[in-house]
């Protein structure tokens, strides 16, 4: 039995044990505090029927491994080239083959499809971000599921959660948000609004913490005046929400253990690190950071604390807009741009235009069916690594459970490109991967993040520590303004003159993929009141293009949104090729759709 960690981008991160004889069965290893006992269906199941690339390809034909990578050495040698990797915690090799950018004069990406906007606006308030240990979430009383789905995205978080007073914030009326003490069903892109408004009205009933502002926080009163900026009643009115609305969630937390577990889909807008900053911002009103039992959990920065062996300085692209057609040759380690990228009708022209597009993956997908060279990666078990995680403070080494003459790592693959280019500086992977594992000090027997601390910001705010937090104290939102090319591209895709309804889209994780992988969704979540049958087959439109898909009526909606999961086949035909304001992050959910029947 041999212990590792599963690969699956995911907060969980889970260690889990291997039995060589039954590779498709590994189970979650005992005593890892991060795990409920079982694991997920996408390790145990959809993992396994993924279509896996075996061969690798030339041109169309299957060739040999030594001859696919004199191809790519050709396609490297004198080009202007680009590498576009899939982002996520996959493993810490993954980045080595940023030593061959460095060596050749390549171009590497920048930013997030993920979470890019919301880690700039913690950035802005707290300096740096440190991870919310799951410890410390289950010393709370009160838990604030903030636009974030654990059943579905965070599993193994919920034995932390049990026994709490349970607050969910969501536009759809989540399996957790039947289960909370409360939901609020908040309007798309209005975070912003709720963070502020609660702080305003906490300190209009002087139940601020004034203990904690007075040393981490003496520019709280400049924060509650631009709180009053903002007129209550009209934004009320626009979040959809009232007075008692407000009244039910201040009760929740005025308790004195709060935790706010927040999600990436309050942030997938251009606004997005406004709605970490002011929740950032509501969080020290209160007094939670530095606290037992509280603090607020987003996506934390896994490699904070490290020194970074394939940290290179060298000339980035946007991962969000990526120009790929400015590039000779883009190499797309572990990623599908063609379909996971906002814009996907954009993104493919641009990929067409690559002279030599290389895919080094372990599936088939979109852009695997684009590339002039396939090179097949291996799996998690069957190279070693080191996996982190950005939900919890945990490293677990990832050790080879399988000898298979299938795929390449990605280390391999660097050291094969090093000797065809005549490179030289390359250490080996043993170096490499004890590099990582050294500076990660042990606890309870389990590695854990060189910058761990138990209880967060407890000494201040800043890397060092010892600085005060940043308030929130400015907020320009012009998406009404920005949407006045709606009409006109409307009318073009055939819509009449008069008003037809139009929807927030929302693109949340979904059970049984993850990203573009595995089992993946042709349907559109539309609540009854748009008046479509289920079955019903509809196009759906944005100003960036259209898709045909199949109806399913969700009565836990709001009368003003639609849902297509992250992954949907064509999903991402609607979404903007846009960066959000700071963190050069992805605004998938920036834009209203409006549907008709085929």
Same mark, same amino acid.
């Given at each position: 039995?041999?212990?590792?960690?599963?690969?699956?981008?995911?907060?969980?991160?889970?260690?889990?044990?291997?039995?060589?004889?039954?590779?498709?069965?590994?189970?979650?290893?005992?005593?890892?505090?991060?795990?409920?006992?079982?694991?997920?269906?996408?390790?145990?199941?959809?993992?396994?029927?993924?279509p896996?690339?075996?061969?690798?390809?030339?041109?169309?034909?299957?060739?040999?491994?030594?001859?696919?990578?004199?191809?790519?050495?050709?396609?490297?040698?004198?080009?202007?080239?680009?590498?576009?990797?899939?982002?996520?915690?996959?493993?810490?090799?993954?980045?080595?083959?940023?030593?061959?950018?460095?060596?050749?004069?390549?171009?590497?990406?920048r930013?997030?499809?993920?979470d890019?906007?919301?880690?700039?606006?913690?950035?802005?308030?707290?300096?740096?971000?440190?991870?919310?240990?799951?410890?410390?979430?289950?010393?709370?009383?009160?838990?604030?599921?903030?636009?974030?789905?654990?059943?579905?995205?965070?599993?193994?978080?919920?034995?932390?959660?049990?026994?709490?007073?349970?607050?969910?914030?969501?536009?759809?009326?989540?399996?957790?948000?039947?289960?909370?003490?409360?939901?609020?069903q908040?309007?798309p892109?209005?975070?912003?609004?709720?963070?502020?408004?609660l702080?305003?009205?906490?300190?209009?009933?002087?139940?601020?913490?004034?203990?904690?502002l007075q040393?981490?926080?003496?520019?709280?009163?400049?924060?509650?005046?631009f709180?009053?900026?903002?007129?209550?009643?009209?934004?009320?009115a626009?979040?959809?929400?009232?007075?008692?609305?407000?009244?039910?969630?201040?009760?929740?937390?005025?308790?004195?253990?709060?935790?706010f577990?927040?999600?990436?889909?309050?942030?997938?807008?251009?606004?997005?690190?406004?709605?970490?900053?002011?929740?950032?911002?509501?969080?020290?009103?209160?007094?939670?950071?530095?606290?037992?039992?509280? /603090?607020?959990?987003?996506?934390?920065?896994s490699?904070?604390?490290?020194?970074?062996?394939?940290?290179?300085?060298?000339?980035?692209?946007?991962?969000?807009?990526?120009?790929?057609?400015?590039?000779?040759?883009?190499?797309?380690?572990?990623?599908?741009?063609?379909?996971?990228?906002p814009?996907?009708g954009?993104?493919i022209?641009?990929?067409?235009?690559?002279?030599?597009?290389?895919?080094?993956?372990?599936?088939?997908n979109?852009?695997?069916?684009?590339?002039?060279?396939?090179?097949?990666?291996?799996?998690?078990?069957?190279?070693?690594?080191?996996?982190?995680?950005?939900?919890?403070?945990?490293?677990?080494?990832?050790?080879?459970?399988?000898?298979?003459?299938?795929?390449?790592?990605?280390?391999?693959?660097?050291?094969?490109?090093?000797?065809?280019? /005549?490179?030289?500086?390359?250490?080996?992977?043993?170096?490499?991967?004890?590099?990582?594992?050294?500076?990660?000090?042990?606890?309870?027997?389990?590695?854990?993040?060189?910058?761990?601390?138990?209880?967060?910001?407890?000494?201040?705010?800043?890397?060092e520590?010892?600085?005060?937090f940043?308030?929130?104290?400015?907020?320009?939102?012009d998406f009404?303004?920005i949407?006045?090319?709606?009409?006109?591209?409307?009318?073009?895709?055939?819509?009449?003159e008069?008003?037809?309804?139009?929807?927030w889209?929302?693109?949340?994780?979904?059970?049984?993929?993850?990203?573009?992988?595995?089992?993946?969704?042709?349907?559109?979540?539309?609540?009854?009141?748009?008046?479509?049958?289920?079955?019903?087959?509809?196009?759906?439109?944005?100003?960036?293009?259209?898709?045909?898909?199949?109806?399913?009526?969700?009565?836990?909606?709001?009368?003003?949104?639609?849902?297509?999961?992250?992954?949907?086949?064509?999903?991402?035909?609607?979404?903007?090729?846009?960066?959000s304001?700071?963190?050069?992050?992805?605004?998938?959910?920036?834009?209203?759709?409006?549907?008709?029947?085929?």
């Amino acid at each position: 039995m041999i212990r590792t960690a599963c690969p699956l981008d995911c907060w969980d991160a889970c260690a889990i044990t291997c039995d060589p004889e039954r590779p498709e069965k590994p189970v979650a290893t005992p005593g890892h505090p991060m795990h409920n006992g079982a694991l997920c269906a996408l390790l145990n199941k959809h993992m396994h029927e993924a279509p896996r690339i075996e061969t690798p390809r030339v041109d169309g034909k299957e060739v040999s491994m030594a001859e696919a990578l004199d191809a790519v050495a050709e396609a490297l040698r004198d080009s202007k080239a680009l590498l576009w990797r899939g982002s996520g915690n996959l493993g810490v090799m993954q980045e080595v083959t940023n030593l061959l950018m460095k060596e050749i004069g390549g171009t590497l990406t920048r930013g997030s499809l993920c979470d890019g906007a919301g880690a700039a606006g913690i950035i802005e308030g707290r300096g740096v971000n440190r991870q919310l240990p799951p410890e410390q979430i289950a010393k709370a009383e009160v838990v604030v599921v903030w636009g974030r789905n654990l059943p579905v995205t965070n599993a193994h978080l919920m034995p932390f959660i049990e026994g709490k007073k349970l607050v969910v914030i969501d536009p759809r009326r989540t399996t957790l948000a039947k289960k909370a003490d409360l939901h609020i069903q908040l309007k798309p892109r209005s975070d912003v609004y709720l963070a502020l408004m609660l702080a305003r009205f906490l300190t209009m009933e002087d139940t601020q913490n004034d203990a904690w502002l007075q040393e981490w926080g003496t520019e709280f009163d400049e924060f509650y005046d631009f709180t009053r900026t903002f007129r209550i009643k009209a934004i009320l009115a626009y979040m959809g929400l009232s007075l008692d609305d407000i009244g039910d969630l201040l009760t929740y937390l005025q308790r004195d253990r709060v935790v706010f577990l927040v999600g990436g889909g309050v942030q997938k807008y251009s606004i997005g690190h406004y709605a970490l900053w002011a929740i950032d911002s509501l969080a020290a009103t209160l007094g939670l950071f530095g606290r037992e039992g509280c /603090g607020v959990s987003f996506l934390g920065s896994s490699r904070q604390g490290f020194e970074n062996p394939f940290a290179v300085k060298l000339p980035t692209v946007p991962v969000v807009t990526t120009p790929f057609e400015k590039f000779d040759t883009v190499l797309v380690q572990g990623g599908n741009p063609a379909e996971s990228m906002p814009d996907s009708g954009r993104v493919i022209a641009s990929l067409e235009q690559v002279k030599n597009l290389i895919y080094f993956g372990l599936y088939e997908n979109e852009t695997s069916r684009l590339a002039r060279i396939v090179i097949p990666a291996k799996s998690f078990l069957e190279k070693n690594d080191l996996r982190l995680s950005y939900g919890h403070q945990y490293v677990t080494p990832m050790r080879k459970a399988l000898e298979s003459t299938v795929g390449i790592s990605e280390y391999a693959f660097t050291a094969e490109i090093f000797r065809r280019l /005549g490179l030289e500086g390359l250490k080996s992977e043993e170096e490499y991967l004890e590099h990582w594992l050294r500076q990660c000090p042990e606890i309870d027997g389990e590695r854990v993040l060189p910058d761990y601390e138990a209880l967060p910001y407890a000494e201040g705010f800043g890397e060092e520590g010892g600085e005060e937090f940043v308030f929130m104290d400015d907020f320009d939102d012009d998406f009404e303004e920005i949407k006045r090319f709606r009409k006109a591209r409307f009318a073009k895709q055939g819509f009449a003159e008069e008003a037809i309804e139009e929807y927030w889209l929302l693109t949340p994780k979904q059970s049984k993929s993850l990203n573009t992988q595995f089992v993946r969704s042709h349907r559109v979540h539309i609540p009854p009141s748009a008046g479509f049958a289920e079955g019903e087959r509809v196009v759906v439109s944005s100003e960036y293009g259209e898709r045909e898909f199949e109806v399913h009526i969700d009565g836990e909606l709001r009368d003003d949104c639609v849902m297509i999961p992250a992954g949907t086949v064509g999903v991402n035909t609607l979404t903007p090729s846009i960066l959000s304001e700071e963190g050069d992050g992805a605004c998938y959910q920036e834009v209203k759709v409006r549907v008709r029947r085929v």
